[in-house]
């Protein structure tokens, strides 16, 4: 599974966990921007700008966006996004804030699993 499998409500739940990381070091490198671009790139321009400004409005806090990720149950879409924020977080050095964005999610996951 790749994110393009990803439903628009789930591509809404990554994009704003992916807010989440990147926002986590206070830097948005250019490292971060091309990786995000290349996630861009792989969903389709006009779909990620769609997913985007629907995440921009409908998820507007870290509770929030914490809330729809508790809300993914499937294991292959849980990996999936876990991996895109992986990839994102690790384009530059990963820091240990953006490391525990991560692990919460992985922490909550395995609580609901």
Do not use: C, Y
Not at 32 to 56: F, H, K, M, P, Y
Not at 60 to 84: F, N, V
């Amino acid at each position: 599974m790749t994110l393009t499998d990803l439903n628009d409500d789930e591509l809404i739940t990554f994009i704003s966990l992916a807010r989440i990381v990147i926002r986590a070091d206070l830097e948005f490198s250019e490292d971060e921007e091309d990786a995000l671009e290349a996630l861009g790139e792989q969903i389709g321009a006009t779909r990620w700008r769609s997913v985007i400004s629907r995440a921009t409005s409908e998820v507007k806090s870290r509770d929030a966006a914490m809330a729809a990720a508790a809300k993914i149950s499937m294991p292959e879409t849980r990996r999936t996004i876990l991996d895109g924020l992986t990839q994102l977080a690790t384009a530059d050095v990963m820091v240990p804030a953006e490391q525990a964005v991560l692990d919460h999610l992985t922490k909550m996951w395995r609580q609901t699993s």
